[in-house]
């Protein structure tokens, strides 16, 4: 276990999240997501929401604000409750106008180039986003807990 780290974030997908680079792609996931087809290499941490995941991702990821959305979100179905979604932009902590609503079989295409794929244990529908990385920055280094600021 490491100080300043959250729980959630495991050794493995710490090494997962830092070999991302900017502008990869990271897919968090819920549990009838079809990971292991889309990606040789996905990660699973059943027991846990989606939501749950997202925002300890954030606490090491920062959001790409460049062009183009920061965040996608599979687009539900017409009559099914979103709730999920609702948390998965809080999480996301990104402005709204920086989240795009994705198809789900054009989700599906956009997955399967991300760099990452994590599932999660999540059981609610369209419990499914894409982050973007931002850049890791000397400023946001220098205001890091232990860093003397």
Known sequence: MLTGIHPIL???VLRMLDE??????????DANFPAHTLAADALDLPGLASP?????????????DYEGPSVQLMEA??????????ELRAAAGVPADRVE?????????????????????????????ILRKGVVSVAA???APGNGS
């Not at 991302?20 to 996931?29: C, K, P, Q, W």
């Not at 925002?55 to 990821?61: F, I, P």
């Not at 179905?77 to 609702?86: A, F, H, L, Y």
Request: aromatic content about 6%; charged content about 25%; hydrophobic content about 40%.
């Open 141 to 143: 280094q220098s205001h």
């Open 101 to 129: 609503l994705v198809e789900r079989f054009e989700f599906y295409e956009r997955a399967r180039a991300a760099s990452a794929i994590i599932r999660t244990g999540e059981l609610r529908p369209y419990g499914n986003v």
């Open 20 to 29: 991302l680079g900017h502008g990869d792609s990271l897919v968090v996931a």
């Open 77 to 86: 179905e017409p009559g099914i409750d979103v709730g999920v979604q609702r």
């Open 52 to 64: 749950q995941v997202l925002t300890a991702v954030r606490t090491v990821v920062p959001a790409d």
């Open 10 to 12: 495991t050794g493995r």
